[in-house]
């Protein structure tokens, strides 16, 4: 038998209810394994033992009492989650040196619903700088690192959620994807990562990168697992103006219909090689691909024309948000502050110091584009843009269920390989940042593994709440 770190939340519940394992044993296992794995750096902070260990004993006393029926859907699973989601307990760092001695005087909606569902949380999980990167390696923390290779990457810039997840240092974990900061880790690491549509989970208590692109959403080791962990995170929320008053299904009613029948977008824009993609990359996606067709789904080729403004679209939209919601971390308000003369030298040191090259880059660019004279030239254009975008997908999915693409060009490159060439870094996201500007749901599900055993990623995506589809047809590769 796997030892309980190992298992899916799935199976340990059975684990549970059969008496085999207890929820003080897996959790006590999960924090063992953070301990031997800290060369990945997954973790920023990982929270008190016996504090835990009391929590998972509270499940158990009342397993044991025969009130299973009154305990939450995930009552004694050890959960981590990336550290721009507010806890209470513990700091809220958002892998900033800004923050770094940030503690929330609240619980973030997410961290509510984990915990009313009975998740040990465990820890806080290490992500690049304020959100901003696609490997990372911006963190104030140090990279985290890729527990297939550990000299590459983990993804970005969720990477400590994913490595924590595959390094079974967690049973699951939440993430944030603004742009396929769930989608890519998750890719890179060999993980099952789910973005819902924008609404659907509350992001009260999140640290705001761009509020129009944000999204939390769950890592996990099976696709059932993820179907699970959306019926706990979404649902409306009155403290997030943002979050969608729809009903949620049980997702897990999703899965096991199979895929006969349904009708599978190919993207011709995603699936060229113009774009840098790596054939063993697209090879694995056709596999996946040919692994749906056998299961009697249908491929059509559809386009979505404006894809090759998405990459330019996404930069200006979330460098302007970003440099809007940072204004907030000044040293007077939040984070860091360096004493200075005056008020004005105060912000700026502090700030300054604050911040990593990443951050002030998208800064820099965010408010030059809502500068006086150039918003309408550069902010406004790309709104418009963006519309064109989400036709381009409302359109595609008149004649489709759901499209398939890959998640990255590339599997986990070498840790330092593209750190002095930001426009390449930013192309690792070119598959992912058109859902987010849509705001439709997409998830990235293994397909696969590159000749030096790299995993690779096929990302489905859906249209707007339609989550239950994107599930069904990713349950159907997983097989």
């Known amino acids: 038998m796997k030892n309980l770190n190992e298992l899916t939340i799935h199976q340990l519940i059975q684990s549970f209810e059969s008496g085999e394992a207890t929820a003080e044993g897996a959790t006590s296992q999960v924090l063992d394994a953070i301990e031997a794995g800290a060369e990945y750096n997954a973790y920023i902070s990982v929270f008190e033992r016996d504090a835990l260990l009391q929590k998972a004993r509270e499940v158990d006393a009342a397993r044991a009492a025969g009130k299973s029926a009154e305990l939450g859907l995930l009552a004694g699973v050890p959960i981590a ?93 939440l993430g944030t994807d603004t742009g396929g900061s769930i989608r890519q880790p998750a890719s890179h690491c060999g993980v099952v990562g789910v973005k819902p549509t924008y609404g659907r989970v509350s992001r009260y208590g999140v640290v705001a990168y761009a509020s129009s692109l944000d999204q939390v ?43 006969k029948g349904l009708k599978i977008g190919i993207p011709k824009e995603y699936q060229s090689g113009e774009e840098g993609v790596d054939p063993q990359v697209l090879s694995r996606v056709r596999e996946g691909i040919d692994r749906l067709v056998a299961a009697g789904a249908e ?78 030239q550069y902010y406004g254009k790309a709104q418009q843009v963006r519309t064109r975008i989400q036709r381009d997908f409302d359109a595609a999915f ?33 598959f992912t940042i058109s859902a987010n500007l849509a705001g439709i749901p997409a998830m990235s599900v293994p397909c696969g593994k590159t000749d030096e055993g790299l995993p690779v990623g096929l990302q489905i995506l859906a249209p707007a709440f339609d989550e239950e589809m994107m599930l069904r047809v990713a349950a159907e590769v997983e097989q």
């Open 217 to 259: 959403g769950p890592m996990t080791r099976s696709v059932a697992d993820a179907a699970l962990m959306l019926e706990v995170l979404c649902g409306e929320d009155p403290l997030d103006a943002t979050s969608s008053a729809r009903e949620v299904p049980r997702f897990r009613d999703a899965l096991g219909k199979g895929v």
């Open 299 to 376: 491929v059509v080729p559809v386009t979505l024309p404006h894809t090759e403004y998405a990459i330019a679209t996404y930069y200006l939209v979330a460098a302007a948000e970003a440099s809007s919601n940072l204004a907030r971390l000044d040293g007077a308000r939040y984070g860091l502050r360096v004493e200075a003369d005056n008020l004005s030298d105060m912000y700026n040191k502090s700030r300054a110091e604050g911040f990593g090259d990443e951050v002030t880059r998208r800064i820099i660019l965010g408010t030059y584009v809502l500068s006086s004279g150039f918003y309408g």
């Open 81 to 173: 989650v990336k550290d721009n989601i507010c806890t209470r307990v513990g700091k809220t760092t958002s892998g900033s040196k800004m923050l770094a001695n940030f503690e929330s005087p609240y619980d973030a909606t997410v961290i509510q619903k984990l915990e009313a569902a009975g998740a040990i949380i465990v820890g806080k999980t290490n992500m690049d700088e304020l959100s901003m990167g696609s490997s990372s390696e911006t963190s104030y923390f140090g990279a985290v690192r890729n527990p297939h290779d550990i000299e590459r990457v983990a993804g970005g810039s969720s990477g400590g959620s994913a490595a924590a997840v595959a390094a079974n240092l967690c049973l699951a974990s």
């Open 398 to 430: 008149e004649e489709v269920d759901v499209l398939v693409a890959p998640v990255a060009p590339t599997a986990a490159f070498r840790i330092g390989e593209k750190s002095d060439d930001p426009l390449t870094m930013y192309l690792a996201d070119i």
